[in-house]
């Protein structure tokens, strides 16, 4: 369980942080609040955003990260969401994918729906969860220095890499990406494949 008077990062700099550094990487946030905070950072054709499928945030950026093996695939999703599909994080370390890195933003709570406690708030530890597994590196970031640190780990060490930011609960006004599902696929299609779309 982790003290709440040690969390102090705000997600919505945590995320801007970590996506300014995004170069040509590929984004998938999972349903909601992260889904939001990559908005705020501004909407970018490199991003597919997981309107639903809660839990499927993880594996859908395994099969991107597998298509797309010379690109750096980010997949920015909660804590109850990544709770939801736990069983990705094995899956992941099976198939060990060098380019995917798993962003949970851990604010111990379901904000989306009324900011119920996740079992992260009752002591599960993601990042033990994501080493036992066998990620290449897994590790909770709770301060803005380690967060600094974690940026080369996101963006350039061998994956698969996990990477847990307890953040506040703090309310982030809500702010809407593109919701056509058909939009956001031919866009990201178009995006990442270019002429090679049509094929
Ligand atoms: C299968 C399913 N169950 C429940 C929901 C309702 N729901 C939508 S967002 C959400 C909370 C997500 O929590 P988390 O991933 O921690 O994101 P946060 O908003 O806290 O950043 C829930 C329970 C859903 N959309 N789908
Ligand atoms: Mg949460």
């Known amino acids: 369980m ?10 919505r700099r945590v995320v801007a942080r970590i996506l300014r550094e995004r170069g040509d990487a590929l984004l998938v946030t999972g349903l909601g609040s992260t889904t ?16 639903g499928a809660m839990g499927g945030a ?57 900011m119920q406690a996740t079992h992260t708030r009752h002591g599960v ?21 380690e967060l600094e640190r974690s940026l080369p780990i996101i963006y350039q060490s061998a994956g698969p890499v996990l990477v847990v930011i307890k953040v506040t609960t703090t309310a982030a006004p809500t702010v809407l990406p593109p919701r056509d599902g058909t939009y ?3 866009r990201f299609r178009q995006a990442v494949l270019g002429s090679e779309v049509f094929k």
């Open 184 to 186: 956001i696929k031919n």
């Open 58 to 114: 993880t594996l859908l950026g395994l099969g991107l990260a597998l298509a797309q093996p010379q690109r750096r695939v980010l997949v920015v999703t909660g804590d109850g969401e990544m709770l939801m599909g736990l069983g990705g994080l094995a899956t992941i370390a099976v198939q060990h994918p060098r380019n995917l890195s798993v962003i949970v933003i851990d604010n111990e709570s379901y904000a989306e729906t009324g």
């Open 36 to 51: 939001w905070d990559a908005a705020a950072a501004g909407d970018h054709d490199h991003n597919f955003y997981v309107w």
């Open 125 to 145: 530890d993601l990042a033990g969860m994501g080493a036992a597994a066998g990620f290449a590196q897994s590790i909770t970031v709770l301060k803005d220095g």
């Open 2 to 11: 982790t003290d709440e008077k040690e969390i102090t990062l705000d997600r």
